[in-house]
């Protein structure tokens, strides 16, 4: 029987995978390379970094990220040593989506944005970026597309960074690249941020250091009107405590959060090591907990046709996922001491309270 080790924030992590072998699970930032000397799969989310030297010595021979991303695992190195890697693209998607229009109707609702005519610039035009598009332009809004990678193999026609800075909505939704042609570390620095409207809005639910952030603060002491909503951050989980104050919204990597986007990953993160290990049709007899969760995205997009104002949108939204309860529960950590804000952010992460996407 396989002994697999996985993340305790995994959600139906023992339901789904003790078929397959025996569950140890930890919290996601303690798992360390005495914890894996016996284990054949490490299941984790975004909070635990993986490189040679966690599983060099230990029996590894499969990583499943249940996360969009992987730039926490390197994935380089484990598949030059023969591990298999994996991660769950497009499962937090919607999530995020319904993310951004929550937070930018809540920032309209409170400053008295009309949300109709504005350009949204979407950077990063991947699964999320994608359904951002889709559930954003359900609403009167030109969106335009800046994603260089995808712009230079024809696959879009996308506009510039130059271009989509001058947007009145900025969503970051790329990846982090800190190497070659298109690195995106700190795509937003001191620099670009001179050139985004001083009341224009800037939100990040892609990766933190595509903000500078020491940047932003400085530029929000200093233009205290552009409207910042921050989910990601640069060295999580020691945030900035005072760029958080400045920001219109600030909360603690949760927007890919929803526990429908939680199980699609790990119930796709599972079925991809059981087809490694043992056989992609015993893969496909593993079904999702519950069969709520299927995928339902039509009936939101009706529901948002039929609403006749910005205002009644926002109050069914805000009923479904009152965002300002996030942002309040990290404003509330920012006064402690720095290992204590430490601990109150992975804490906000781990004990988030059930949130449902709209379909649901």
């Not at 949300?115 to 610039?121: E, I, M, P, R, V």
């Not at 070659?180 to 639910?205: C, R, V």
């Not at 965002?323 to 001491?337: F, G, N, P």
């Amino acid at each position: 029987m396989l002994t697999l080790i996985a993340d305790e924030n995994i959600p139906h992590i023992h339901a789904l995978a003790e078929p397959w072998g025996k569950v140890i699970t930890y919290p996601g930032r303690h798992i360390t390379a005495d914890t894996l000397k016996n284990a054949d799969a490490l299941l984790i989310r975004s909070v635990t970094p993986v490189t040679m030297d966690l599983l060099a010595h230990t029996s590894v021979k499969f990583v499943g990220s249940c996360t969009a991303g992987m730039d926490h695992v390197d994935v380089t190195a484990l598949q030059q040593q023969g591990i298999h890697c994996i991660s769950a693209p497009g499962c937090n998607a919607r999530s995020v989506a319904e993310y951004v229009l929550a937070s930018l109707l809540t920032v309209a609702a409170q400053y008295s944005i009309r949300l109709q005519g504005k350009t949204l610039a979407i950077i990063g035009y991947g699964h999320v970026g994608q359904a951002v598009t889709q559930l954003m332009g359900l609403l009167d809004i030109k969106i335009i597309i800046c994603d260089p990678p995808l712009q230079q193999q024809n696959k879009i026609q996308g506009v510039s960074l130059q271009q989509a800075l001058t947007a009145d909505i900025i969503c970051l939704h790329a990846p982090l690249i800190t190497q070659g042609p298109f690195t995106s570390h700190y795509l937003i620095g001191e620099k670009e941020l001179k050139q985004i409207a001083p009341d224009a809005i800037l939100l990040n639910a892609g990766r933190g250091a595509l903000i500078d952030n020491e940047a932003l603060y400085q530029h929000l002491q200093k233009n205290p009107s552009l409207h910042c909503i921050l989910d990601v951050w640069e060295n999580e989980p020691r945030i900035h405590p005072l760029l958080a104050q400045l920001c219109r919204i600030s909360t603690p990597h949760i927007a890919g959060y929803s526990l429908d986007s939680k199980i699609k990953s790990a119930h796709q993160i599972i079925k991809n090591m059981v087809t490694y290990f043992y056989s992609a049709a015993e893969a496909e007899t593993i079904q999702l907990p519950n069969t709520e969760y299927a995928d339902k995205q039509k009936i939101t997009a009706d529901l948002i046709k039929t609403f006749s104002s910005q205002d009644q949108l926002y109050a069914c939204v805000k009923q479904r996922y009152d965002l300002k309860k996030d942002h309040q529960a990290l404003q509330e950590t920012l006064h402690l001491s720095a290992p204590e804000r430490a601990i109150a952010f992975d804490q906000l992460r781990k004990n988030y309270p059930e949130r449902r996407e709209f379909s649901a």
